[in-house]
């Protein structure tokens, strides 16, 4: 048995690779449109668009403003876009195939555990698409609830979801040092940091633990 009765993930950069998908929506965007293609190279662009979404903290219209401003001969409307990108992001995720074998154990060991996001409705096709759909208990958008991470509500609305489980036996696993980290520090959860990359800024209250993948937590959930 694992060290904590129950789990709570973040979801981009967490159980889905958002980075990766959001430079496939920009691979189909660079060959859809000839000016963006005649202005830059296609490896250029998508470090350029994937720069420009920020991990996702600029919002879809801001970031398609941006684009229609650099190049005004992109004739789609904003909705147009908009519409267009929301599906691309369904189609671009795609499964981690040690991540879901991992939630699937989690299910198989009675461990329960959910999902809470911040985000509109676009994240439900997200969650599909990264195959949890028929896996997870139960999962949490903030578009939907109407306050988002790091409010303390939404990691109340978690735990009550799990069963009532203690916050000091929930692990809360995520990928940004304040929505998810702090916030779940400061409900009370031990906190897993997914790195990718970076190291853990010494100003703040350090995590539990620091992985570069989900399912280097089988030791303390199973």
């Not at 992109?74 to 189609?91: C, G, I, K, P, Q």
């Amino acid at each position: 048995m694992g060290r904590y009765k129950a789990a709570l993930f973040d979801l981009d950069g967490t159980l889905i690779d958002r980075v990766a998908a959001v430079g496939r929506v920009a691979e189909a965007l660079y060959q859809e449109e000839p000016s963006i293609q005649t202005a830059l190279a296609q490896s250029k662009f998508v470090e350029l668009f994937v720069g420009w979404d920020d991990d996702g903290y600029i919002s879809s219209e801001d970031l398609y403003t941006l684009v229609q401003k650099t190049w005004p001969e992109v004739t789609r409307l904003l909705a147009e876009l908009l519409d267009w990108h929301y599906r691309m992001m369904s189609a671009a995720v795609q499964p981690d195939e040690r991540i879901v074998a991992f939630l699937r154990n989690l299910n198989n060991a009675n461990v329960p555990w959910g999902i809470i996001t911040n985000g509109g409705p676009a994240q439900r096709p997200k969650i599909a698409a990264g195959g949890f759909d028929d896996l997870m208990k139960f999962v949490i958008v903030s578009g939907e609830v109407g306050y988002a991470k790091p409010d303390p509500r939404i990691y109340q609305d978690g735990l009550k979801q799990l069963g009532e489980v203690p916050a000091v036996d929930t692990l809360f696993v995520g990928d940004n040092i304040e929505t998810d980290i702090g916030g779940a520090q400061s409900a009370g959860m031990a906190t897993a940091w997914v790195k990718r990359g970076r190291e853990w800024p010494s100003a703040n209250q350090p995590p539990d633990y620091q992985v570069d993948h989900v399912d280097e937590l089988r030791a303390v959930l199973l």
